[in-house]
């Protein structure tokens, strides 16, 4: 049975890696922040905990509803400009899912491979746009604008 101490710090580190994911989406000013994947992370973690303490649970299918759950909301920040071929919310979805994914690792403990995993994603969602855009700049474009899709 968890302790208190470890059930503290396993919800509230998955709830500060979402947070800080989400000021990202928010000084993007994307349609996720703070509170929304700091709420995916807790909420990935709470899934994992939830049966961490069953023996019989089967742990692997808790993790894939949360996956395949967490889709669904990531749908919804995807949207298609006034009919056009334009796809906005890419970013903020992946980041929905990814957060998921870091509540799921909070959950289990896993601490090296949230440590690595938010090292590099802290850099890709700080770089990639950047980096986007130099390419863009450097080697052409495919015909839509830098900073048109993702999001």
């Known amino acids: 049975m ?3 101490t470890d059930i503290v710090l396993r919800i509230g580190a ?3 890696i979402g947070g800080a994911l989400g000021l990202n989406r928010e000084l993007h000013n994307k349609p996720t922040g703070v509170r929304t994947l700091g709420l995916v992370g807790m909420g990935s973690a709470l899934a994992v905990l939830a049966v961490a303490d069953d023996p019989q649970a089967e742990i692997t299918r808790v993790i894939q509803g949360v996956i395949v759950g967490i889709g669904f909301l ?3 920040v995807i949207l298609h400009r006034n009919g056009s071929s334009e796809v906005h919310g890419l970013t903020t979805a ?3 899912w990814i957060t998921a994914f870091f509540g799921i690792l909070c959950g289990l403990a896993a601490w090296r491979t949230a440590a690595v995993a938010i090292i590099l994603t802290t850099i890709l969602l700080t770089l990639g746009g950047p980096f986007e855009r130099w390419c863009h700049r450097h080697f052409g474009s495919n015909g839509s604008t830098p900073g048109q899709h993702g999001g």
């Open 94 to 96: 992946a980041t929905i």
């Open 2 to 4: 968890l302790g208190w």
């Open 74 to 76: 990531g749908a919804g």
């Open 14 to 16: 998955a709830m500060l």
